[in-house]
């Protein structure tokens, strides 16, 4: 999901209910400096997504992760058995936005992002479609549902496959 949609929130929450490991990839990057660059016109480091991929690798394999970033087609597919797009409607998203200190062409690009729903998009593209699902990020009470079917989803898998 764009950035401000509450994927960090739902992340560190779902991996702390279902025990499982989440990974935020803006965070090991930073940590690892898996850059190639910096963007000056948004102000921020590039990623060098091949770099990110060799060190996940090995977490990966061993499943039971909860991956965290805003975009998604550098991502094998053979990783993931579901993907959740978070959404959230722009009123809500310029304030937390504007509160992270995004300005001009960074937030208006971020709020357009959401508007196109281009990550949606890019993950229906990179990812079978069944496995692709959108969910409301508003609320607290969405945070809540949501935490909730993802979590009655993964039992349910696990009963499935194993």
């Known amino acids: 999901g764009t950035p401000g949609v509450g994927k960090t929130t739902l992340g560190k929450e779902l991996a702390s209910r279902a025990g499982m490991s989440y990974v935020n990839v803006g965070d090991m990057a930073k940590e690892g400096e898996l850059y190639k660059g910096f963007d000056e016109e948004y102000d921020c480091p590039i990623l060098d997504e091949d770099r990110v991929i060799d060190e996940l690798e090995d977490k990966m394999s061993e499943g039971g992760v909860i ?58 593209l990179s990812y079978k479609k069944e496995i692709v699902h959108q969910l409301p990020s508003n609320t607290p009470e969405d945070l809540d549902r949501n935490l909730d079917q993802i979590v009655q989803w993964i039992e349910q898998w696990m009963k499935d496959n194993n």
């Open 67 to 124: 991956v965290d970033y805003h975009g998604c087609d550098f991502f094998p597919e053979r990783w993931f058995h579901i993907v959740f797009v978070l959404r959230t409607e722009n009123s809500f998203l310029y304030d937390r936005l504007e509160s992270r200190g995004y300005t001009g062409k960074k937030l208006q690009d971020n709020i357009q992002c959401e508007i196109f729903q281009t990550l949606y998009e890019e993950a229906m």
